[in-house]
């Protein structure tokens, strides 16, 4: 069982693009016919979703070009009183690029994890393959994909038909491997030799949170307030996410050793997820990737599974 899982990581998410947008070229063909299933988180569930549907990933990219400077304008510069961003275009984006299409609609395995804050449960939803813990399939997958980005004090948690609110799944599984590995064993009943995963991430960062010798550890440092720029960084959040994604890789390369194909790259820098000035950046780092793995990508995908 061949899966494709894409972290979460906000404009950094752009670096994925790149990478799934060469393969497409390459092989020719939409990323969603070389895949069983395909999993994303925040900005991943976006890519996932955008595949599934089999949207090309240069109308990927080019949606990024078009709307990061939109989804990532200010609304306030602290996030005391309101989020630091409005949704309003995320909303846009969303509803502009999936339409009225549920989860219902969609019969390709496709996972996508949130956090029910209301209720302060994970949750997981999946389409419409046959899994009967996913709850509500009328739920259109725009507003998924939307809580899925929601990440706190930047965005507004998303309000589910007036049932929950929920947020950002980065916050447990922002590389929803596991997750996909759950899957395929609980639901599908595969083996961990059956499943093969291509993870890929969203660029490792330098995080700076060095030794100072009078360094006060208040809010300042930890999400820091730029001037005069009015721009707070999401130092935090980006470490959570890291954090997140890297634990999450380490045990899934135990689990599955050979079978799990993990593309990240050294950003060599800081480069916060609602930063779109690097999108030419990253978009150039995942060409780069894509070609520094083009073996290892094309073995991955020609790989037969192994006869029961």
Not at 30 to 57: E, R
């Amino acid at each position: 069982m061949k899966i494709l899982c894409i972290d979460g990581g906000g404009i950094r998410g752009v670096f994925a693009v790149a990478i799934l947008r060469a393969i497409e070229k390459e092989y020719d063909k939409p990323i969603s016919t070389m895949f069983d299933m395909i999993a994303g988180t925040s900005t991943g569930a976006i890519i996932a979703a955008s595949a599934t549907l089999g949207l090309g990933m240069d109308e990927v990219e080019e949606s990024y070009i078009k709307y990061g400077k939109k989804i990532f304008t200010k609304q306030s510069p602290f996030g005391f009183l309101k989020s630091v961003y409005s949704d309003r275009f995320l909303r846009h984006y969303m509803q502009e690029t999936f339409g009225e299409t549920t989860l219902f609609d969609i019969k390709k395995p496709l996972l996508i994890p949130t956090v029910d804050v209301t209720h302060g449960n994970p949750f997981v939803h999946r389409s419409n393959y046959g899994n009967a813990e996913q709850e509500d399939p009328s739920i259109k997958l725009w507003d998924v994909v939307l809580s899925s980005c929601s990440a706190p004090v930047f965005f507004p948690p998303n309000n589910i038909n007036n049932h929950y609110l929920a947020i950002d799944g980065g916050l447990w599984a922002n590389n929803p491997s596991l997750v996909c590995i759950t899957e395929a064993q609980h639901y599908f009943k595969k083996n961990l030799r059956d499943i093969h995963i291509m993870s890929i991430g969203t660029g490792l960062q330098k995080i700076d949170f060095s030794i100072e010798a009078k360094k006060e550890w208040g809010v300042s440092k930890w999400l820091p307030f730029h001037l005069p720029s009015l721009r707070m960084t999401p130092k935090l959040l980006d470490l959570a996410l890291h954090l997140s994604s890297e634990s999450v890789t380490y045990h899934c390369q135990h689990l599955l050793r050979d079978n799990y194909f993990r593309i990240n790259v050294d950003l060599g820098q800081e480069v916060p997820f609602d930063a779109p000035e690097h999108i030419d950046f990253l978009s150039e780092l995942g060409s780069d990737s894509y070609r520094k793995h083009r073996k290892e990508i094309a073995s991955f995908l020609t790989k037969k599974e192994p006869s029961n």
